[in-house]
């Protein structure tokens, strides 16, 4: 029931109204504040009197700002951040994780809106955004590989391998790489093409120590983050392949394997599983890396431990990717059903379980700020290996900026005596046993 008095309610069947109603829906949001023209009543045009007496175009319209209102005003629902996404997040207080996926798959961030970036924090995401996009790494560039010219001063790049440089049109100004004089105070006498004696007599004398003190601390700096980013860049790559792999899974594959193998869709969920759990890592080691670029340098125990058991995350997932992918594609291309496809049931399976819990606790770890190294600055690999869920005793270096990888060898534990470590799995079998217990494999 309307609760206009009765002029108004006379006034607003006229056209003039409904006139009023559909320009303050085209004028925005502030629709939602309208009340009736007549001065002396404060009743609100609501949404029952918007559809009754409106287009359907300006009710869908005012529809639309109604609900944007609710979840713009509401603290626990926000608009999912995917492009082109027009869904809204419910947030569950209490989850432990402010990690939410949207029914549309894309996984957000509830506290900065930004991808899901577990292990890392809000604060070192925005940071290392705000790196990947500055300008500052392209002024580390300039400065570490490129001089000024010594006439024009613009930065010159050196593409050959003599030291006779030539500046740019309309410069043209020819000069020494090394000490930047005249080209023409050059030859023979002072090194040839190759050399420079004024430069290296210069050096000794300490006239090039603070330039080129700056230029290498640019360099290494530069080739710093370029190491880091890469391994970002290249996993969130994988990442993109890995969701585009799990689509066509899904989309195509699955029934084709399901023919082939002779066997219900419902009985090949495993494989989507593997390929989502591939997913899910490829995001988490994307982050380490940004996780591994601002652990600090002085901090020598932490960094070591971060780098051995990032490494071991990164082999462990390249097996399980490396079994969905590769080895699927033998049962895949196959004739008829083989009958070893229950053995790669039990391993993907296995690799699956055995990835996820350790990615699950490598996760934890790091939001812990790797708590299992110790005051003394050391760690013991034994039990951080066992804690995050790997099983895996082979020693290695990670993957940091000039570290190197060694396997310790088949069936080989370092640490552990009485346990081996499973070559395809990494699982930690008792020392008697010579079949994994989890993925099956002889050892």
């Known amino acids: 029931m309307f609760h206009f008095k009765l002029y108004t309610y006379i006034f607003f069947l006229d056209f003039s109204f409904l006139g009023y109603i559909s320009t303050a829906i085209n004028d925005g949001p502030g629709c939602l504040m309208l009340r009736?023209?007549?001065?002396?009543?404060?009743?609100?045009?609501?949404?029952?009197?918007?559809?009754?007496?409106?287009?359907?175009?300006?009710?869908?319209?005012?529809?639309?700002?109604?609900?944007?209102?609710?979840?713009?005003?509401?603290?626990?629902?926000?608009?999912?951040?995917?492009?082109?996404?027009?869904?809204?997040?419910?947030?569950?207080?209490?989850?432990?994780?402010?990690?939410?996926?949207?029914?549309?798959?894309?996984?957000?961030?509830?506290?900065?809106?930004?991808?899901?970036h577990r292990p890392v924090d809000c604060g070192t995401v925005a940071k290392w955004i705000l790196k990947n996009s500055a300008e500052s790494e392209n002024m580390n560039w300039i400065l570490a590989n490129s001089k000024p010219c010594p006439k024009c001063k613009r930065p010159i790049e050196k593409n050959q391998g003599c030291m006779h440089i030539t500046c740019t049109p309309p410069c043209k100004f020819e000069f020494c790489w090394l000490c930047l004089g005249a080209w023409?105070?050059?030859?023979?006498?002072?090194?040839?093409?190759?050399?420079?004696?004024?430069?290296?007599?210069?050096?000794?004398?300490?006239?090039?120590?603070?330039?080129?003190?700056?230029?290498?601390?640019?360099?290494?700096?530069?080739?710093?983050?370029?190491?880091?980013?890469?391994?970002?860049?290249?996993?969130?790559?994988?990442?993109?392949?890995?969701?585009?792999?799990?689509?066509?899974?899904?989309?195509?594959?699955?029934?084709?394997?399901?023919?082939?193998?002779?066997?219900?869709?419902?009985?090949?969920?495993?494989i989507i599983e593997a390929w989502l759990q591939i997913v899910e890592c490829r995001r988490v080691l994307k982050w380490t890396?940004?996780?591994?670029?601002?652990?600090?340098?002085?901090?020598?125990?932490?960094r070591q431990f971060f780098e051995y058991v990032q490494g071991e995350a990164e082999s462990g997932l390249e097996r399980l990717h490396q079994c969905a992918e590769k080895e699927l594609q033998i049962y895949l291309n196959a004739e008829g059903p083989?009958?070893?496809?229950?053995?790669?049931?039990?391993?993907?399976?296995?690799?699956?379980?055995?990835t996820r819990n350790y990615f699950e606790n490598l996760v934890r770890a790091l939001e812990n700020g790797l708590s299992d190294v110790d005051s003394h600055g050391t760690c013991s690999r034994?039990?951080?290996?066992?804690?995050?869920?790997?099983?895996?005793?082979?020693?290695r270096a990670g993957r940091g900026k000039g570290s190197t990888s060694r396997s310790s060898g088949p069936g080989r534990n370092i640490d552990d005596p009485g346990h081996w470590s499973c070559e395809h799995c990494t699982f930690a079998n008792i020392k008697p046993a010579t079949i994994c217990a989890m993925c099956q494999q002889r050892r």
């Open 36 to 116: 009736c023209p007549d001065p002396s009543c404060n009743a609100a045009v609501g949404q029952d009197m918007i559809n009754l007496l409106t287009s359907d175009e300006d009710s869908k319209k005012h529809s639309r700002y109604f609900i944007r209102s609710y979840i713009e005003d509401n603290r626990k629902t926000k608009w999912c951040p995917a492009p082109g996404c027009d869904y809204a997040v419910d947030f569950i207080v209490g989850s432990g994780s402010y990690d939410v996926t949207c029914r549309c798959a894309y996984s957000f961030c509830w506290n900065c809106t930004e991808e899901a």
């Open 382 to 395: 034994t039990s951080s290996s066992k804690s995050l869920g790997g099983g895996s005793s082979r020693a």
């Open 289 to 302: 890396y940004a996780y591994g670029f601002y652990l600090p340098e002085h901090e020598h125990a932490k």
């Open 184 to 270: 023409s105070d050059h030859g023979e006498r002072t090194g040839g093409f190759y050399a420079c004696n004024r430069y290296e007599t210069a050096k000794q004398e300490g006239v090039y120590d603070e330039t080129e003190k700056r230029r290498e601390m640019a360099k290494n700096s530069l080739e710093r983050y370029t190491h880091y980013y890469e391994r970002w860049a290249t996993n969130q790559s994988s990442r993109q392949k890995a969701l585009a792999d799990l689509q066509q899974m899904q989309n195509v594959h699955l029934e084709k394997l399901s023919d082939v193998q002779c066997q219900p869709e419902s009985q090949l969920k495993f």
């Open 338 to 354: 083989s009958k070893d496809f229950n053995e790669f049931r039990t391993k993907l399976a296995g690799l699956t379980s055995v």
